[in-house]
């Protein structure tokens, strides 16, 4: 199978979401921990001696390896200048520890944990990722 | 040790739900973003999956202390919703809608040996030490600010 990246692809997205609803299930109840991408790279980079934390990021970045084995996979194609990418980090970084997570931390299992704080969260997140893109492609373009 | 295997698994879950779903790709993301265009709303998909598994362990961590590891199981205590929530999620939303990109598929496309995720996970990881920068600058001031 080849990944889309172009198109609505219902099964493939529904079934990886199944996938990484059951990697929070293993995180929460295996170890304890919330699923939050930000939040766990922030602990790695702020707290180097977690072990699991660098077990937890072996197996994230080591993922692509395994999903090449699978299935016919696209590169990642990232839009805009090094510039861009360089603010867009900037602001995600700081953002997701302004708010206390990101997309996976308030949108996969502050929602799964019916957080209003991460309804909040993520109703404005998405609010200004639907703002931000319509401002790009379709104002200044 | 146990706790470093289950790290491990929910690593690897994670990044091939992000493959499998298509939100490795900036691109994929974007396409969802975009609702007054060529709208693309999988990663709706993405999420309600999630949801539907999360939800239920979810529910089940909550009625337990600790973990399969022996760890204790750590929620997040119930706050309100303040003005760091919100502007947090302003910054962040703000930077996801120019890239496509949030931190979970900043890190796994590492694993594609992507340019575009290096320099964003290095610009990423300068939010996060300016955020922690900030917030000590915040809590060493406080107290003389009440003093005076």
Known sequence: MTLDLVHFTPVASLSGGLLIGGAAALLILGSGRILGAAGLYAGLVLAPAQMWRWFWLAGLVAAPLLARLIWTIPAPLFPGSPITLLVAGLLVGFGARLGSGCTSGHGVCGLSRLSPRSLAATSIFMATGFLVVFAVRHLVS | ?148
């Open chain 2, 1 to 148: 040790m146990v706790r470093n295997a289950f790290a491990l698994a929910a690593g690897l879950a994670f990044g091939l739900g992000l493959c499998l779903s298509g939100m490795y790709g900036p691109q994929k993301v974007l396409g969802f973003l975009d609702i007054t265009g060529a709208w693309d709303p999988s990663l709706a998909f993405v999420m309600g999956g999630a949801i539907a598994v999360a939800l239920p362990a979810f529910a089940l961590a909550r009625r337990q202390r600790l973990s399969w590891s022996g760890e204790p199981i750590e929620l997040p205590p119930t706050r309100p919703i303040d003005w760091p929530l919100a502007l947090g999620a302003v910054v962040f939303g703000a930077g996801w809608g120019l890239s496509g990109v949030c931190p979970g598929p900043g890190l796994v496309d590492l694993g594609f040996l992507s340019a575009g995720a290096a320099i964003f996970v290095v610009a990423m990881t300068v939010g996060v030490f300016a955020h922690g920068a900030l917030e000590a600058g915040l809590r060493g001031r406080r107290p003389i600010a009440q003093d005076a």
